[in-house]
């Protein structure tokens, strides 16, 4: 069983990769939403928020968590690992790496929130893979806010993602990291805004370090039928089935966590 956390549905495009890469294993997905989004949160609480993630994921035997959250990865994966010294946790964050292999103008720009741009991780990230670079940084708690409600399209998400894109071309970047779990289900309006952009996410690289962590732990699933997902929530189970429905493109019911 993998656990897989966020503060709201945006870590259901880490778990939609995730579940490409394994699709025999059985899953365990937890929104938060009663406390969406962890973005603009003091980092004390983000951590306590965490902490209560993992102890909900716990108790469905999980035998991984993916904290599919940027702010929860930024703040809180550090002592998550120290709490559960024998859970293999695997945390998201923006690939400035992959950014920084791409540039061809050395300017590159990171959208996410407040708590992942202000962490001591994102700084350490920027530090080791961006340090002879330019980079924009823009905190777009109103993207989470959109995702949440399930508005992927139309002419405010629309009006938002142009504006993004105009400060992206005059910066002159060529490459955009979403730092934000929620910000893949708007690729289709970033990329169609940015058509001169590489967009670039984490969540394939998250699967991929999942599977690499299952294997050294030998915990690869055996091929067989496809496996389960069961989704809680800690806020409205009709509201969030009625979001994720739409986002995944497949039918969700959740129940209260």
């Given at each position: 069983m993998i656990g897989v956390f966020d503060s709201g549905v945006g870590g259901l495009s880490v778990l939609r990769e995730v579940r490409k890469l394994l699709p025999h294993e059985d899953f365990v997905y937890l929104g938060d939403t009663a406390n969406v989004p962890y973005g603009g949160r003091k980092d004390e609480h983000i951590r306590q928020l965490s902490e209560a993630a993992v102890q909900t994921l716990?108790?469905?035997?999980?035998?991984?968590?993916?904290?599919?959250?940027?702010?929860?990865?930024?703040?809180?994966?550090?002592?998550?690992?120290?709490?559960?010294?024998?859970?293999?946790?695997?945390?998201v964050v923006p690939v400035l790496k992959t950014a920084a292999e791409q540039t061809k103008t050395n300017k590159i720009a990171v959208l996410a929130t407040v708590a992942t741009l202000t962490s001591r991780t994102y700084a350490d990230l920027k530090e080791q893979f961006a340090r002879d670079l330019q980079v924009l940084e823009l905190a777009l708690p109103e993207w989470v806010l959109l995702v949440e409600r399930g508005e992927l399209d139309g002419s405010t998400i629309r009006s938002s993602v142009m504006q993004?894109?105009?400060?992206?071309?005059?910066?002159?970047?060529?490459?955009?990291?979403?730092?934000?779990?929620?910000?893949?289900?708007?690729?289709?309006?970033?990329?169609?805004?940015?058509?001169?952009?590489?967009?670039?996410?984490?969540?394939?690289?998250?699967?991929?370090?999942?599977?690499?962590?299952?294997?050294?732990?030998?915990?690869?699933?055996?091929q067989g039928q496809a496996g389960s997902v069961t989704y809680l929530c800690s806020g409205d189970p009709v509201a969030f089935s009625r979001v994720a429905t739409r986002l995944l493109g497949e039918t969700v019911s959740a129940r209260k966590a």
């Open positions: 716990l108790r469905y035997h999980s035998d991984l968590v993916v904290v599919a959250c940027n702010a929860a990865t930024s703040v809180a994966i550090n002592q998550l690992r120290l709490d559960y010294p024998k859970l293999p946790i695997v945390g993004v894109a105009e400060q992206v071309e005059a910066f002159g970047a060529d490459v955009v990291a979403l730092g934000c779990t929620h910000f893949p289900f708007l690729r289709p309006e970033i990329e169609q805004a940015m058509p001169m952009v590489v967009v670039l996410d984490s969540g394939p690289a998250v699967a991929r370090q999942v599977v690499r962590v299952l294997t050294a732990n030998q915990k690869l699933p055996v």
